[in-house]
């Protein structure tokens, strides 16, 4: 399968505690992005890397959120100190950049639940 | 701050009836994207337009980007229960050249046998 997966596809957490999920994107794609989605909306951008280069972060991504992108190639986003208003799917999508620059494929996401 | 309005939120009808998905703003995109997602799942894209009165057939999906590029449609002809999910908009702004995705809250369709 050469789509973008995601680990975990669930992830149970107490509050407070730290998380890290795990997204690779589709390998020849430069540009990979998270989004958040809460139940009922559709998802929120919350940054992006081109290759390694982190370029934009939303300002729903507080201090306690951390992405990176070390190699290029999967990014990690971290969550520390988890609240309950974390609890959200997260989504990772990858774009190949380019003359056809506009279509994001995305993961199957994680499932966040912050009790 | 960008918006993308989608009507209607939630849509119930029997299979084999028509329907149409309207997603509106009052900004400009370059390219839109309708995606469907089934729950516990990531969106999955059903097509792109770019070009202003741009018109799109997938099977029985058409879709439609208005000539401004403010706005798009989605209509489904003759829907089956597997249409079933909900239906999203994205727009990407053109001047920035991020990519980034700015999304319709999403419209829920439920077809019933």
């Known amino acids: 399968d050469t789509g973008v997966s995601q680990n975990p596809r669930h992830k149970i957490t107490k509050r407070g505690q730290n998380v890290t999920f795990r997204c690779d994107p589709i390998?020849?794609?430069?540009?990979l992005y998270w989004y958040r989605q809460t139940l009922g909306q559709g998802p929120e951008f919350l940054t992006y890397?081109?290759?390694?280069?982190?370029?934009?972060k939303s300002r729903l991504l507080s201090d306690r959120f951390s992405a990176e992108r070390p190699k290029g190639s999967f990014s990690t986003l971290e969550i520390q100190r988890t609240e309950q208003g974390d609890s959200a799917m997260y989504l990772c999508?990858?774009?190949?950049?380019?003359?056809?620059?506009?279509?994001?494929?995305f993961g199957p996401g994680t499932r966040l639940t912050v009790t | 701050t960008q918006l993308l309005e989608q009507s209607p939120q939630f849509l119930s009808i029997q299979e084999g009836e028509n329907l149409t998905v309207y997603c509106n703003s009052s900004s400009v995109f370059s390219s839109l994207q309708w995606y469907r997602q089934e729950p516990g799942e990531g969106p999955v894209l059903l097509v792109t337009v770019v070009t202003g009165g741009e018109v799109k057939k997938l099977k029985r999906l058409t879709f439609q980007f208005g000539d401004a590029r403010k706005d798009s449609s989605l209509h489904i002809t003759a829907a089956q229960t597997g249409d079933t999910g909900l239906y999203l908009c994205a727009g990407a702004h053109g001047s920035s050249n991020t990519g980034k995705l700015i999304f319709g809250q999403g419209t829920t369709l439920q077809v019933k046998p």
């Open positions: 390998s020849e794609h430069n540009r």
């Open positions: 999508a990858s774009l190949a950049g380019g003359k056809s620059s506009y279509e994001q494929y």
């Open positions: 890397f081109q290759n390694e280069a982190q370029l934009e």
